[in-house]
């Protein structure tokens, strides 16, 4: 029995226009979870299958993941499809899973966790083709299915506990099904699940808060749990709604994933996480779920652990390999973990999440710490001998004339603490999140605060290209410029802007370039620094 794996992430209508250098786990572990069960697995593109490379008639069962805005992409996939055999849905798009199901004509949507919930639907008749009878179906947690024409969704499933959850091991040949793979930064998932148990107090269903505390001062148990049901974590996140608490992967299954993927060709590793310091936190509560987003500190033992392994691997010394992190929250950035991190992983980029500039409306949100916090985080990141990102989002709840003010404030002073760069992004009301209830943010043309948060990021971030005009980066070759045939495009090694090279390269070759002017702010020439 062959499956395969669709990839529609970012695909929107059916290409991939942003982020094409990002490859993201989830389809990987789907794709391990077959392997497992003794089904063949290949992943494939959306673009890819739309254009009729990716032949499906090899195929006996289809699987999609995606978010809600590529549901035009699944849709056209699934359309090609049809009277193939089944269709199962799965990703961020499947956290509202009644309408994903409408709109995609998908059969069955896993929701949430999907390792267990796929390996019990193969047990049940998938692994055949065939999907249980709805009697059976009624059964399996974390499912929706269309019973007649109508969407029923069951009960989520409990998440899995952290054991169990490292026994489920990602599939790493399959990363060769996407056009990049050489130059991409493919994500290996380092911990699921997040520690902020706050709640947003703001929104329609944030409003409902009492004041009492407890997500704030209460146990880690009392953490879990909010009387008014107000969904925790920050209020644009549904990521602990849907996967619960951080449990963190054993140093050995990382390490034997990424030595793997580099086997396999792979040249940028990004460690992936809510929160890239919460790994191992939950060795230190255990049996108790990690819902504190500030104590206990960082497990400095545990990171350094993986890190010294992961950086002693081959070609990672020498340039050729890069290993990245992702997501930290400023509530963990102490200066000893700004040192571990600039110590094993110098010159590298860190995101880390500001989005508001107002402390005031940082609270309200549910944020676990303060644009204070954040801006020392900066610094001590900075002097660490790493290269900051902060995000921001514009058009969320509660945004006024008075955030917006404090946030441009914050940008500047982000930028003066050493951030290289503002990623901005526009609120977007997720299922399963505090704010599901809330209206996305309009985009920034059409409202006028959220245009000065744009302009203010933008004008940063062309001041920060600038300064980077005669400086050296490694980057490696990924593909020609579509809009322009002349130039190739190039991606960082360690952290730094795409850069446009002019000239006949080699695809996936690794070199070093000089900056020599801005193209945009998001790209700038480069000319080969020596061939």
């Known amino acids: 029995m062959r499956a395969l794996v669709v990839d529609a992430t970012a695909s929107g209508r059916g290409e991939r226009r942003a982020t094409r250098d990002a490859i993201g786990a989830g389809a990987r572990a789907v794709s391990g979870v077959l392997e497992k069960n003794g089904l063949e697995a290949r992943i494939a593109e959306a673009k890819r299958v739309l254009s009729g490379e990716e032949p499906l008639e090899k195929y006996s ?8 805005a590529d549901i035009p992409a699944i849709r056209a996939v ?16 499947a956290s509202d899973p009644e309408r994903a199901l409408t709109k995609t004509g998908c059969d069955l949507a896993v929701v949430g966790e999907g390792e267990r919930t796929l390996e019990e639907l193969l047990n049940r008749g998938l692994r055949d083709g065939a999907l249980p009878g709805l009697e059976d179906l009624k059964d399996i947690r974390g499912i929706a299915y269309i019973d007649g024409d109508k969407p029923v969704s069951n009960q989520l499933r409990p998440y899995m506990r ?12 399959t990363v060769g099904g996407y056009s990049l793979f050489f130059a991409a930064r493919v994500y290996i998932e380092v911990l699921r699940g997040c520690s902020n148990y706050r709640r947003a107090r703001i929104g329609n269903i944030g409003s409902a808060c009492d004041g009492c505390g407890t997500c704030i001062e209460g146990g880690l148990e009392e953490r879990y749990y909010c009387h008014e049901g107000i969904p925790p974590g920050c209020g644009y996140c549904s990521v602990p709604s849907l996967f619960g608490p951080p449990r963190s992967r054993s140093v050995e299954h990382i390490v034997d994933e990424v030595e793997a993927l580099l086997g396999e060709g792979v040249k940028r590793i990004v460690l992936s996480a809510p ?22 500190e960082p497990n400095y033992d545990e990171l350094e652990r993986l890190l010294s392994r992961l950086t002693e691997l081959p070609g990672v010394s020498e340039g050729m390999v890069s290993i990245m992190v992702e997501n930290l929250k400023a509530s963990l950035v102490t200066s000893r973990a700004a040192a571990l991190l600039g110590e094993y992983l110098p010159g590298t980029s860190v995101d880390i999440g500001f989005e508001t500039g107002s402390e005031k409306h940082c609270n309200l949100l549910g944020r676990p710490s303060t644009p204070a916090e954040t801006l020392t985080a900066i610094e001590r990141l900075r002097k660490g001998g790493l290269s900051p990102y902060v995000y921001f989002i514009h058009g969320l709840p509660g945004q006024n004339t008075e955030t917006v003010d404090d946030t441009i404030r914050a940008m500047a002073r982000a930028r003066e603490a050493g951030a290289e760069r503002i990623i901005l ?10 704010f599901c209830w809330e209206p996305s ?12 948060i744009y302009e203010a990021s933008r004008a940063v971030n062309l001041e920060a290209k600038r300064g980077l005009i005669g400086r050296r980066i490694r980057v490696v070759v990924a593909e020609p410029y579509k809009r322009d045939h002349r130039y190739f495009v190039a991606y960082p090694m360690l952290h ?6 002019k000239g006949d390269f080699k695809r996936g070759e690794v070199i070093d370039v000089e900056v020599t002017s801005v193209a945009s702010e998001r790209m700038v020439y480069a000319a080969p620094a020596s061939r």
Not at 425 to 431: N, T
Not at 496 to 501: F, I, M, N, W
Request: proline fraction near 10%; include cysteine.
């Open 61 to 68: 069962i289809l699987l999609l993941s995606g978010m809600t």
């Open 78 to 93: 699934t359309k090609r499809w049809r009277r193939r055999g089944l269709a199962i849905l799965g990703g961020p798009v």
């Open 162 to 173: 952290r054991k169990e959850y490292d026994e489920y091991r990602p599939s790493t040949r």
């Open 275 to 296: 929160d890239f310091l919460d790994y191992g936190r939950d060795l230190l509560v255990e049996p108790e779920p990690l819902t504190d987003p500030r104590q206990p």
């Open 441 to 452: 943010g309009a985009p920034y043309i059409n409202d006028a605060l959220s245009r000065c």
């Open 425 to 434: 992004y526009r609120f977007q009301s997720l299922p399963m999140s505090a």
């Open 496 to 501: 730094g802007p795409v850069a446009l090279l």
